[in-house]
């Protein structure tokens, strides 16, 4: 699987952004599409998250603002940011899980795109 995100920018604070993540490869493998952020010096953390069944999960800190999509046709998974605060900059990075069983034993396959800079200025 790979993933090709876009759309970073530079956004005034309370403005809108909408950061994109197409795949391409064994898509129909896939469980689980995420996005995650990382500032510098920080370790990287899970924004949004979208089952392959539809259902969602959002970090505290982004939910009413941010919302997570995926266009199937398109085989694209789409990040919404709205009213942007100068906290969520940061580098945003898209990924993929597959779960992997084996007899009783579960284990996750992750790939990731390379990031794509969200600046909010204040």
């Known amino acids: 699987v790979q993933l090709q995100a876009s759309g970073g920018g530079l956004v005034q604070a309370g403005g809108s952004l909408r950061v994109s993540c197409a795949a391409s490869g064994n898509i129909a493998s896939i469980d689980a599409w995420g996005w995650y952020l990382q500032s510098p010096g920080k370790q990287r953390e899970l924004v949004a998250a979208i089952s392959s069944g539809g259902a969602t999960d959002y970090a505290e800190s982004v939910k009413g603002r941010f919302t997570i999509s995926r266009d199937n046709a398109k085989n694209t998974v789409h990040l919404q940011m709205n009213n942007l605060k100068p906290e969520d900059t940061a580098v945003y990075y898209c990924?993929?899980?597959?779960?992997?069983?084996?007899?009783?034993?579960?284990?996750?396959?992750?790939?990731w795109g390379q990031g794509t800079l969200v600046t909010v200025s204040s």
């Open positions: 990924s993929a899980t597959r779960l992997n069983k084996i007899g009783s034993r579960w284990s996750s396959t992750d790939y």
